[in-house]
Structures are given as structure tokens and as C-alpha cells.
């Protein structure tokens, strides 16, 4: 495999891995909120002011 | 009329059942999440298999065209769910006054496609200029293709910004405006490249006869590509929808508490 073949490889294989980075990170910090929420959601039906 | 207290036991409404038809219901709900997420889990192997073991090698870009794959569908995506943003904020405004509730769900519909739109448009943005360091030897070019997928980046992410850091009730409707004023760069990015001579490939769809995909396989590889990143991209915003509304409604929650304190 020559250095250009490596290199387009690398680029690649980046580029697929910072997408699904991208989207699982963004899925993961909407569950952690929805988490949050339900935690609120609970804890105000339990403590009404 | 006011509800009676004393109700005959004959026309007393029934007790709520926890073993009936609401669970059920819920149980079919959650089965067809369930469903759709797996399918497009499915959809997602599907498509990342044929972008990297089917769709033929091109023949000067070699490997690196296959960031293709996830750049063009990722752009489409953004595109569409800033087109849903519009409408929620067109919706917001044309409904505040008379309609509250559904100005409300609008509103939830304009954050939730703008901020899923920046998501994709983060990952156009990414992997554009991966390609193209390899393609074109450079990191960025300040085309015109280029610089207004920029500018609409930086509007939507002003509009996020607007939207967590500001207070105050005139907070959705100004969003709602300027969600409106940056889904106009959308057809400038779009055309933009059939406007101006630019550095960028010409358009897959609708370029003329020497734009597109010539080979079957590539196209294949894309279409599939396109249909698994949109229903990612519908179940992720399904998903900020349903935080959003439930956000709404704790405000309101909290707002009548304190009104009742």
C-alpha cells in the first residue's frame, strides 16, 4: 500500500469516526437531559411546594 | 356546571385501570420505538457497508471519495430539518396569540429541527474539509458553497445560543425570527454552487447533464446511504421533540406553583 493509499485511508476512516462521534455524542447528552428531566419530573411530584 | 360529589354508584365513572388498555397502548408505543430504532440501527450497517465494501472505488479520488457517503446525505438532512425549523417558527408566530398550545408544540418542532440541523451540518462541515484536504490539497477555500454553509452553521448556532441564554417572554418569538431570517441562506447554499463558479463539486441531484452520479453502484450505495442518515436523523428529532415538550410543561408546572405558593 503506498503513502497515498495510507493517507486517503486515514482521511476516511476519520471522517466516519468523527460522524458517528458526532451523533452518539448528541444522542447520549438528549438521553442524559431526558434522564435529568424524569429526575425533575420526579422529584416535584414528591416535594410540591 | 359544576361536577356533582355524590354520584350514584351506578353512574360513577369507572377507576382507572393499570392492567387495561393504557398499558397496552404504552407497551405498543414503546414496540414500535423499538422497531423503527432497530430498523434504522439496520439501515445504518446497511449503509455503511455499501459506501465501503460495494460502491466501486472512483477512479482519481480512490478511498477518500467515500466520505461522499455520509457528507452529501449529512447535508440533506440539515437541510430538511432546517426547512422543519422554519416551519415550526412560522407556525410559533402565526399561532401565539390564539392558539397557545399549538404555538407551543410549534416552537418545540423549530428548536428541535434547528439544533438536529446543526448536527448534521456540524458533521457537513467536518467531513468536508477532510475530503478536501485530500482532493483539492487544502483544508478550506472561502468559495461560495463553502462560506455560506458556514454562515448558515453560525446563524443556527446563534439561534441556540439566543435560546439558552436569553430570558424573558419575548425569547421564543424573537428565535421564532430569526429562525425564519436563517432558513433563507438555505436555497443560497443550495443553488449556490449554480450561482457562483465554485471550487466545490457540482450538485448530485439536479446539475445538469454532466453533475451526478454516473455509476449505478455509487448511486446505490448513496440512496441507501440518504434513507438510513434521514431515519437517524427523524428518530433523533422525534427524540428533541419529546424533551422539548416535556421541558415546556415542567416550566409550566413550576410557573403554577409558584403562582400557587
Known amino acids: 500500500m503506498d503513502q497515498r493509499a495510507i493517507l486517503d485511508h486515514q482521511f476516511t476512516v476519520a471522517a466516519y469516526v468523527l460522524t458517528w462521534a458526532i451523533q452518539l455524542g448528541y444522542l447520549a447528552w438528549l438521553g442524559l437531559k431526558w434522564r435529568g428531566q424524569k429526575r425533575d419530573a420526579g422529584g416535584s411530584a414528591r416535594n410540591p411546594r | 356546571m359544576e361536577p356533582s360529589l355524590h354520584l350514584p354508584v351506578e353512574s360513577a365513572p369507572p377507576a382507572p385501570s393499570y392492567t387495561g388498555s393504557v398499558p397496552t397502548g404504552?407497551?405498543?408505543?414503546?414496540?414500535?420505538?423499538g422497531l423503527y430504532a432497530a430498523a434504522t440501527a439496520a439501515l445504518?450497517?446497511?449503509?455503511?457497508?455499501?459506501?465501503?465494501?460495494?460502491?466501486?472505488?472512483?477512479?482519481t479520488m480512490h478511498e477518500v471519495q467515500r466520505i461522499f457517503y455520509y457528507h452529501v446525505p449529512s447535508a440533506m438532512v440539515a437541510f430538511l430539518f432546517f426547512a422543519i425549523s422554519l416551519a415550526g417558527s412560522i407556525g410559533f408566530l402565526a399561532f401565539r396569540r390564539n392558539r397557545p398550545d399549538w404555538a407551543q408544540a410549534?416552537?418545540?418542532?423549530?428548536?428541535?429541527?434547528?439544533?438536529?440541523?446543526v448536527v448534521?451540518?456540524?458533521?457537513?462541515l467536518i467531513t468536508g474539509p477532510l475530503w478536501g484536504r485530500r482532493a483539492w490539497g487544502i483544508w478550506w477555500t472561502w468559495?461560495?458553497?463553502l462560506t455560506t454553509t458556514l454562515v448558515l452553521w453560525l446563524i443556527y448556532v446563534s439561534y441556540l445560543l439566543l435560546r439558552r441564554f436569553a430570558a424573558g417572554p419575548q425569547v421564543q418569538t424573537l428565535a421564532a425570527v430569526l429562525g425564519i431570517f436563517g432558513a433563507l441562506d438555505v436555497p443560497i447554499v443550495y443553488m449556490s454552487n449554480r450561482w457562483w463558479r465554485t471550487q466545490h463539486p457540482a450538485p448530485v441531484f439536479?446539475?445538469?447533464?454532466?453533475?451526478g452520479i454516473k455509476d449505478p453502484?455509487?448511486?446505490?450505495?448513496?440512496?441507501w446511504n440518504l434513507v438510513a442518515w434521514l431515519a437517524w436523523g427523524l428518530l433523533i428529532l422525534a427524540l428533541r421533540y419529546r424533551v422539548e415538550r416535556r421541558q415546556q410543561r415542567l416550566a409550566a408546572q413550576e410557573a403554577q406553583e409558584a403562582l400557587n405558593a
Open chain 2, 106 to 117: 410549534a416552537d418545540a418542532w423549530a428548536l428541535a429541527g434547528a439544533e438536529v440541523g
Open chain 2, 44 to 59: 445504518m450497517v446497511w449503509g455503511f457497508y455499501q459506501a465501503i465494501y460495494v460502491a466501486p472505488d472512483e477512479q
Open chain 2, 120 to 124: 448534521f451540518c456540524t458533521v457537513v
Open chain 2, 26 to 33: 404504552f407497551s405498543m408505543k414503546k414496540l414500535a420505538i
Open chain 2, 206 to 211: 439536479g446539475g445538469g447533464e454532466d453533475s
Open chain 2, 217 to 223: 453502484g455509487m448511486m446505490h450505495a448513496f440512496l
Open chain 2, 143 to 145: 468559495d461560495a458553497r
